[in-house]
């Protein structure tokens, strides 16, 4: 498998304009997760999707970020309109099962994000 | 305060040695504890999952031990590699959420 797919890996963009990050999760994972890495705050979980359904987007900053899954093999995080502060490191994760055993979550290479 | 805590925050080690990262937490109960290596410019990429009965748990020269009582963990790398050098974070599992440490930086020279 090629596991999970990023894309762009890399992004400059200027304030205020939208930016849309896009992730293929592994073939058959049910879970889909999006998060952000900083080096002040580490990584945090944006939003997650079970079975293409948003079951918490409590971890996004506000309303400027908005994410989607319209199947189960594509899924869109958009920023609109950007801000400086928003620069960061954006992973989409999936897993098979959430349950208590925990499989692993498996992570993308992230889209690097800078905005200017 | 963050529920996860890792030290040292960062280290350097000559390669052939072993060295010890160590996680402390406070989220309880839990479902599971992770270690995740995670390269300079790549996403994370799990080494051990352990649930909260287990005491210890191996991957190739990666070992990671827990102590449910005391709240903590550790990873063992033993005979480190230049390829070891890298950020090793620690998650705790409850529920559907996963709390992050900070991470510890490991470098390995030659």
């Known amino acids: 498998d090629a596991g999970v797919i990023q894309s762009p890996r890399h992004e400059v963009t200027e304030m205020g304009q939208e930016v849309t990050l896009r992730c293929k999760p592994i073939s058959g994972h049910d879970y889909l997760f999006w998060y952000r890495q900083t080096m002040m705050r580490g990584l945090e979980l944006l939003i997650y999707?079970?079975?293409?359904?948003?079951?918490?987007d409590s971890g996004m900053p506000e309303d400027r970020f908005s994410a989607k899954m319209p199947n189960a093999s594509f899924s869109t995080l958009k920023i609109q309109p950007s801000e400086p502060r928003d620069s960061a490191v954006y992973f989409c994760?999936?897993?098979?099962?959430?349950?208590?055993?925990?499989?692993?979550?498996?992570f993308g290479e992230g889209s690097w994000l800078t905005v200017v | 305060k963050n529920q996860v805590e890792q030290s040292p925050q960062s280290l350097i080690i000559l390669e052939g040695k072993n060295c010890t990262l160590q996680c402390n937490y406070t989220v309880s109960p839990f479902s599971n504890l992770r270690w995740y290596k995670q390269d300079t410019g790549r996403g994370p990429v799990s080494l051990t999952i352990m649930t909260f009965s287990e005491n210890t748990k191996s991957n190739g020269r990666y070992t990671a031990t827990l102590d449910a009582d005391t709240k903590q963990s550790s990873l063992h790398i033993t005979a480190s590699q230049l390829s070891d050098s890298a950020s090793y974070i620690c998650?705790?599992?409850?529920?559907?959420?996963?709390?992050f440490g900070a991470g510890t930086t490991v470098t390995v020279r030659a």
């Open positions: 994760a999936s897993s098979s099962n959430q349950g208590a055993g925990g499989n692993t979550i498996y």
């Open positions: 998650v705790v599992k409850k529920d559907y959420k996963l709390s």
């Open positions: 999707f079970n079975n293409n359904v948003p079951i918490d």
